[in-house]
């Protein structure tokens, strides 16, 4: 199969590896739409966030969608032609947190394109377990940025139980943070875009942020919009230390901070100031619920709006070498909103 592969540090290949079998509970699916990631860039710069295999040792990708092409001989709740999007969590399926639907927390997790072959190739083989039907209303490409980008914002709205009216602050508005722009707003809330780039904060004002704010002044415009209060809830999707002192800052008193960036990985945070003094809830946010999936699908038709839900994807690639060079690069570089791959 045609897939793509890391070569080295930000180098990337269209390469034909060796076709895997298929085992009772696995499914085949060829892949219609797979969309590039923050966490992707990982494997690009050869220091993988998520497992122990060295970069370019499977295919990247973990947030595919695409047809049942074939289905192992213990599989019944799939056949040939469902339309599926791929959770990329794979687990043991019978620890306490494979049972509430966290595979991800699972101690045997296998994630897709990190641990195991991922979605950025022409077919993938993956656990039954791992599918998730898309309704007829959705296409592959909304399926594809609906798993770890839509449905993981949604979870981290849940997390932080964002209701209409709040005011929600969300720091960092690449595609993780437009995300969250759309599910904020649609649930509702009054909602402040942050980022060091203008240019983000126009995508966001066109996703329906209400307020934006570059963030060397956010601390200030927060106070003054919300009358020295500060907002409701905070997602923060950048990881950057300076962006994780700010959602402390920003956030008011019995606030909630939802984490979801991982790029910088420390904080700086006054105990005592910060959490206990203004009694703050600081969840980490990753990946959502797989019963959460109907749901999310739900509110991403009803409440988001299936063409306002796409507008987060800005380019799309075919699976070939330039093509996906370009793509990596220019994602690098924080030229685009969701990159998708079609094979
Ligand atoms: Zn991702
Ligand atoms: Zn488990």
């Not at 901070?257 to 105990?271: F, K, M, P, T």
């Amino acid at each position: 199969m045609k897939g793509i592969k890391i070569i080295g540090p930000k180098q990337v290949d269209v390469v034909d590896w060796p076709d895997p079998s298929l085992s009772s509970k696995e499914v085949k699916v060829r892949i219609k739409a797979s969309a590039l990631c923050r966490s992707d860039l990982s494997i690009y710069y050869m220091k993988p966030v998520v497992g122990k295999l060295p970069p370019g040792a499977v295919v990247p990708g973990h947030e595919p969608a695409g047809v049942i092409e074939e289905v192992g001989s213990a599989v019944d709740e799939f056949k040939k032609g469902d339309r599926v999007a791929i959770s990329c969590f794979d687990g043991c399926g019978k620890c306490y947190y494979c049972k509430i639907g966290q595979p991800n927390l699972c101690y045997d997790m296998k994630c897709l394109g990190f641990d195991r072959h991922g979605g950025d190739a022409e077919t993938l083989i993956t656990p039954a377990a791992t599918c998730l039907k898309i309704p007829d209303e959705m296409s592959f490409n909304l399926a594809a940025v609906s798993t770890d980008a839509i449905g993981n914002l949604y979870n981290s709205m849940e997390e932080i139980r964002v209701r209409a009216n709040d005011r929600v602050a969300i720091i960092g508005v690449g595609p993780m943070g437009l995300s969250g722009v759309l599910c904020a707003k649609a649930l509702g809330a009054e909602v402040i875009a942050i980022d060091l780039e203008t240019s983000r904060l126009e995508s966001a004002l066109v996703l329906g942020a209400d307020h934006v704010f570059i963030s060397q002044e956010a601390e200030e415009g927060v106070k003054k919009l919300t009358n020295g209060w500060g907002v409701d809830g905070v997602v923060e999707c950048s990881g950057a230390t300076p962006a994780i002192s700010l959602a402390f800052q920003i956030v008011k008193k019995l606030g909630r901070i939802s984490q979801i960036g991982v790029e910088g990985g420390l904080a700086e945070i006054n105990i005592m100031n910060q959490i206990l003094g203004k009694k703050i809830t600081y969840i980490g946010s990753w990946y959502f619920r797989m019963w959460e999936w109907d749901r999310i699908c739900d509110f991403i038709i009803k409440k988001i709006g299936v063409e306002n839900a796409e507008k987060i994807i800005s380019h799309k690639y075919p699976l070939e070498r330039d093509a996906v060079r370009e793509a990596w690069q220019l994602f690098d570089e924080k030229k685009t909103d969701k990159v998708i791959f079609i094979p």
